[in-house]
């Protein structure tokens, strides 16, 4: 057990629709980052938040929005919802920001678009 | 554009046997390379990492190799239990102050025969 926590575990939604998927960092963490992995795309970074204020940017769609809380805990936000969007999410936390720390990995999201 | 390449998709080894998981790397900027372990179901697990002022780290079982000359650095798995049997992803990370992102190869997945 990593010690980051997300919820729902399982999410099945329609397209069209819009979903929140949320992460607690562990204990002490700073760092939240979200990642996607799903079977044609593998593992890819989406963006990163450090105490509250977005620091990295990867592919991440216009239809995906995240913020980070003063409690540190993370959300992800999918709008407009398509069948491309199923896909395992997950977050991971570190104590810091850059490549000095390592990231520990949540269990995931699995969102499922119908 | 993939940054990081990793080979084998897919590797069978008997009880006892060595595993090794290759990956290749196109931005000399990245300092930091961890591997992770993600079993079905889960989230990925830090197993081990490794930074480029040293060409080999070791834990337990688990070994890094790194040559920085070559763009290049591989897992070695000695003594290979079928509890072993996972999908492992290399991964690279610049250090940058500002924010971090790992960016991860395709992902291997080992089968350890008993």
């Known amino acids: 057990d990593s010690g980051v926590t997300q919820t729902p575990k399982h999410l099945i939604t329609a397209t069209g629709q819009r979903v929140t998927l949320r992460c607690s960092p562990r204990s002490g963490d700073l760092s939240v980052y979200w990642y996607q992995q799903s079977l044609d795309q593998g593992l890819q970074f989406l963006i990163q938040?450090?105490?509250?204020?977005?620091?990295a940017k990867g592919n991440i769609l216009e239809r995906f929005s995240a913020q980070q809380f003063p409690d540190l805990h993370s959300e992800l936000n999918l709008s407009s919802l398509e069948l491309g969007d199923s896909a395992l999410y997950f977050c991971?936390?570190?104590?810091?920001?850059?490549?000095?720390?390592?990231?520990?990995f949540g269990p995931g999201t699995r969102l499922t678009v119908t | 554009q993939q940054q990081v390449k990793q080979s084998p998709q897919s590797l069978i080894v008997q009880k006892g046997g060595i595993s090794i998981i290759n990956c290749a790397y196109e931005?000399?900027?990245?300092?930091?390379f961890p591997w992770y372990q993600q079993f079905p179901g889960k989230g990925p697990a830090l197993l081990i990492a490794?930074?480029?002022?040293?060409s080999e780290k070791k834990e337990g079982r688990f070994t890094i190799s790194f040559n920085k000359s070559a763009k290049q650095f591989s897992l070695h798995i000695m003594d290979s239990q079928p509890g072993d049997s996972a999908t492992y992803f290399c991964a690279a990370s610049r250090g940058e102050t500002s924010g971090s992102r790992l960016t991860f190869g395709e992902g291997t997945q080992l089968t350890v025969n008993p």
């Open positions: 991971a936390s570190s104590p810091g920001t850059g490549g000095l720390y390592e990231q520990y």
């Open positions: 931005n000399t900027a990245f300092d930091y």
């Open positions: 938040y450090y105490n509250g204020e977005e620091r």
């Open positions: 490794i930074r480029p002022d040293v």
